[in-house]
């Protein structure tokens, strides 16, 4: 890694925006040795205490980035503190609790890697540091881009210091990623449209620490989140994450519209609400956001493309954000690399758009907008003044029918770059299998060797025989061979978990989604559906 000086330098992918998703981009380019430049206009990480919830995804993508243990390691609650929450009705000082979380083990099979609870701001670091690394990865920090051009041989990117909007300096790229988040320049330059639900409503971020609200959730046990559902909060949330194992947390919830910084009884006095007692707070932060939703019309326009919050914004809800940006780049990097390698296309790249959008929309409307109308629902329809026992069983029902971490699984079927699955629709819900399906995450199994499918994957395609004929292995290197795709072949047999797969071929993408089995389509097929 090495920092850009003043030279008009050409490279291979410009990223703007250097937060967690822009230096995931980098990695995952960087490793494949695509030249790459940066573009932060800081330096420094920040040390608000968001996007903590890393799924089992996310987790197999440090593996593949090499720097898993690190971020295993650097968390901030002890190891084996459960993740789960709890979900209470009015204040957390009620008889109406129901804890969640617990379903999120039924995932683990299904997933090379367990899901783990990290600050954003130490995610990055980990990030930062595996750049550091990588030796075809530059990096200009303390510089916005004022403007972004392109045409038919390649993209041109001008950048100022913050303190000399006047100064300017142009890079050269084959792509530009912008990863510059809600307020993308990237994206506004484009001219592409947001859409969204918008609610209208001002919520606050706090960070705080608490002995008197640590003690209060001992109750529960041990948690890590807390979402007290208010009847007057219209669906908007008031929500605890712990940032520590004691004492340390973040809150977020509705407040006036007028409220500011200033006002720290307001933002105080809300949060006493919703916890149901009186304690006092230390506060390190307190910030404001807008309750809404904006997911762009499209993620790619010629050689531009925008992920993370420049594609796609939301409210904090079920930890989606950051691992949607971070499986955004998993899907792009790839197929940038593919296409500078010479063996991807155009199909290939409008793929990004058609693979990634339908994920973040659903996600947007479908789950986070959706649960909000649930709960503003529930309050409406449902009371304690109706009577504690038929409240009681409302409140159960609705409690346990809302965690349904099984329903969703972000999958492809139905991209044109996946074959076998023409019939099925890109999104984010279906239910999670062993068995190997097109368009889907590939479950891990035990190989004979002893090691995870998942340690044998390369980082092109991987063509997984268990007890498939060598005739029909040789037919798919053969299309591999003549359009150029790097491909990996692993052989066993079908045995030891292996059969649960339901093909004896299964090629696999290099983000680890299944591009096609011969349980679902020819081998003939391959020719023209997956490269």
């Known amino acids: 890694m090495k920092e850009v000086g003043n030279a008009v330098q050409r490279f291979q992918v410009i990223i703007v925006g250097g937060g967690p998703v822009g230096m995931a981009l980098a990695v995952d380019l960087g490793q494949r040795d695509v030249s790459v430049a940066v573009i932060e206009r800081g330096r420094d990480v920040g040390l608000l205490p968001k996007g903590q919830g890393l799924t089992h995804r996310t987790l197999e993508h440090f593996y593949y980035w090499g720097c898993l243990e690190e971020l295993r390691n650097i968390r901030l609650l002890p190891d084996g503190y459960p993740i789960g929450g709890v979900l209470a009705y009015g204040s957390l000082n009620t008889d109406f609790w129901h804890p969640y979380g617990a379903a999120r083990d039924q995932l683990h099979r299904f997933y090379f890697q367990k899901n783990d609870r990290v600050p954003q701001y130490l995610t990055e670091a980990v990030l930062r540091r595996r750049v550091a690394e990588l030796a075809s990865v530059s990096l200009l920090y303390e510089h916005t881009v004022t403007a972004v051009s392109q045409d038919d041989n390649g993209t041109r990117v001008q950048i100022s210091p913050p303190d000399d909007p006047h100064h300017s300096t142009y890079l050269e790229a084959d792509f530009v990623v912008g990863c510059d988040g809600a307020a993308s320049t990237v994206l506004a330059g484009l001219g592409v449209d947001r859409s969204g639900t918008d609610f209208d409503t001002r919520m606050v971020l706090a960070v705080f620490d608490s002995e008197g609200f640590h003690s209060h959730t001992a109750r529960f046990g041990e948690r890590t989140t807390f979402h007290a559902v208010s009847p007057q909060a219209n669906g908007a949330w008031h929500f605890w994450g712990r940032v520590e194992a004691e004492?340390?947390?973040?809150?977020?919830?509705?407040?006036?519209?007028?409220?500011?910084?200033?006002?720290?009884?307001?933002?105080?006095?809300?949060?006493?609400?919703?916890?149901?007692?009186?304690?006092?707070?230390?506060?390190?932060?307190?910030?404001?956001w807008s309750l809404r939703t904006a997911?762009?019309?499209?993620?790619?326009?010629?050689?531009?493309?925008?992920?993370?919050?420049?594609?796609?914004?939301?409210?904090?809800?079920?930890?989606?954000?950051?691992?949607?940006?971070?499986?955004?780049?998993?899907?792009?990097?790839?197929?940038?690399?593919?296409?500078?390698?010479?063996?991807?296309?155009?199909?290939?790249?409008?793929?990004?758009?058609?693979?990634?959008?339908?994920?973040?929309?659903?996600?947007?409307?479908?789950?986070?907008?959706?649960?909000?109308?649930?709960?503003?629902?529930?309050?409406?329809?449902?009371?304690?003044?109706?009577?504690?026992?038929?409240?009681?069983?409302?409140?159960?029902?609705?409690?346990?029918?809302?965690?349904?971490?099984?329903?969703?699984?972000?999958?492809?079927?139905?991209?044109?770059?996946?074959?076998?699955?023409?019939?099925?629709?890109?999104?984010?819900?279906?239910?999670?299998?062993?068995?190997?399906?097109?368009?889907?995450?590939?479950?891990?199994?035990?190989?004979?060797?002893?090691?995870?499918?998942?340690?044998?994957l390369g980082s092109g395609f991987t063509l997984l025989s268990v007890d498939g004929s060598e005739t029909d292995i040789a037919e798919v290197e053969e299309i591999a061979r003549t359009r150029r795709v790097p491909l990996n072949v692993i052989r066993d047999s079908a045995r030891g978990g292996r059969e649960d797969y339901d093909s004896d071929l299964v090629l696999i993408r290099p983000d680890q989604f299944v591009a096609w089995t011969h349980a679902d389509a020819p081998i003939a097929d391959l020719a023209t559906a997956v490269w």
């Not at 910084?261 to 916890?275: F, G, L, P, S, Y």
């Not at 149901?276 to 390190?284: C, K, L, M, P």
């Not at 907008?369 to 649930?374: A, I, W």
Request: charged share 20%; glycine share 10%; net charge negative.
């Open 247 to 288: 004492n340390s947390f973040f809150f977020h919830a509705p407040v006036p519209h007028q409220t500011s910084r200033m006002d720290v009884d307001v933002v105080h006095q809300t949060m006493e609400r919703a916890a149901g007692v009186s304690f006092e707070a230390r506060y390190r932060h307190i910030g404001f």
């Open 295 to 456: 997911v762009a019309e499209t993620y790619r326009q010629g050689r531009v493309f925008v992920a993370g919050d420049a594609a796609h914004s939301h409210p904090p809800y079920g930890g989606f954000g950051l691992n949607t940006g971070l499986e955004d780049v998993t899907n792009l990097g790839w197929k940038l690399s593919a296409w500078l390698e010479g063996w991807g296309g155009e199909k290939l790249l409008d793929s990004y758009t058609l693979e990634r959008r339908p994920v973040a929309f659903s996600t947007c409307e479908d789950v986070i907008v959706g649960s909000m109308r649930e709960e503003r629902q529930f309050c409406d329809e449902h009371s304690p003044k109706m009577g504690t026992a038929a409240f009681d069983v409302a409140w159960r029902r609705w409690a346990e029918e809302s965690q349904r971490p099984l329903a969703l699984e972000p999958h492809y079927a139905g991209s044109p770059i996946v074959c076998g699955s023409e019939d099925c629709q890109v999104g984010l819900s279906a239910t999670h299998s062993m068995a190997a399906r097109a368009g889907h995450h590939l479950a891990p199994q035990a190989l004979s060797n002893g090691r995870n499918v998942f340690e044998e």
